[in-house]
């Protein structure tokens, strides 16, 4: 099984930008887009031949998420079940036969940190809804956290920013503990490899970045993982592709 994940930072404008490209490949038998920005599924994905389902964000042309899949689900789970975060569209579940698979996009701390508190929060709830799942869980999507310093350009300067302080890094770090992988470690230890970067100063360009989007797994399906990545080429967004292959 092919997954890629990807915040698309709005789909309608990524769609010539890599998405239709990534979906008419019929490489990857479920797509997760983060960041949609939309309340419906274009013609285009319609058309496709993959089964749709969108969390919607009631804020329009903000957050929401949308999973493509040529896997037809046992069931389908919209949302955390929490009022505060499921009304900005962060989640939806597909329960497969032996397994969950999870498109998660995570609250960003914000300016001086004004949503810290609300990310943390939309944190342990996630935790709580995972582990109550029953099934073993693959999770992707933007986490909006750079778990450690290998995971970041510039650690220093960017220390207690969002998506970098300490809270944040310590609740991945919890999380992981659990019985989950970052699946991307099994495969590359080094640092240098990152997954979003800002549009100024040439970032991308100088891989001056963050990797804040992850596909993890339960530690029970570690034995089936064969492959994960991050699609560097793939320029559609302010974010890149990842991608994780499951047997």
Not at 21 to 38: C, H, N, P, T, W
């Amino acid at each position: 099984m092919m997954l890629l994940s990807w915040n698309v930072n709005g789909l309608r404008a990524a769609l010539g930008r890599g998405v239709l490209d990534l979906v008419r490949s019929g490489r990857y038998d479920i797509l997760m887009f983060q960041e949609v920005k939309a309340d419906s599924v274009p013609l285009d994905l319609q058309m496709s031949g993959y089964e749709a389902y969108m969390a919607t964000s009631r804020r329009r042309g903000y957050s929401g998420v949308l999973t493509l899949t040529r896997i037809h689900p046992v069931n389908v789970i919209k949302g955390l079940g929490v009022e505060e975060f499921d009304s900005e569209g962060r989640l939806l579940a597909l329960e497969l036969d032996d397994l969950y698979v999870i498109n998660a996009y995570f609250p960003n701390a914000g300016e001086e940190l004004g949503r810290l508190d609300f990310k943390l929060r939309f944190d342990e709830a996630f935790e709580r809804f995972v582990l109550g799942l029953g099934k073993p869980v693959v999770a992707c999507g933007d986490f909006n956290v750079a778990h450690e310093e290998r995971d970041i350009a510039r650690p220093r300067e960017n220390r207690n920013h969002a998506g970098f302080t300490d809270e944040e890094r310590a609740w991945f770090t919890r999380f992981l503990s659990l019985g989950f992988i970052d699946t991307y470690r099994l495969f590359v230890k080094e640092g240098g490899h990152y997954t979003w970067w800002s549009y100024r100063f040439h970032a991308r360009e100088k891989n001056i970045g963050w990797r804040i989007d992850y596909c993890v797994a339960s530690e029970s399906l570690r034995g089936r993982i064969r492959g994960a990545g991050i699609l560097e080429d793939v320029r559609g967004s302010d974010h890149a592709p990842i991608t994780l292959e499951i047997a």
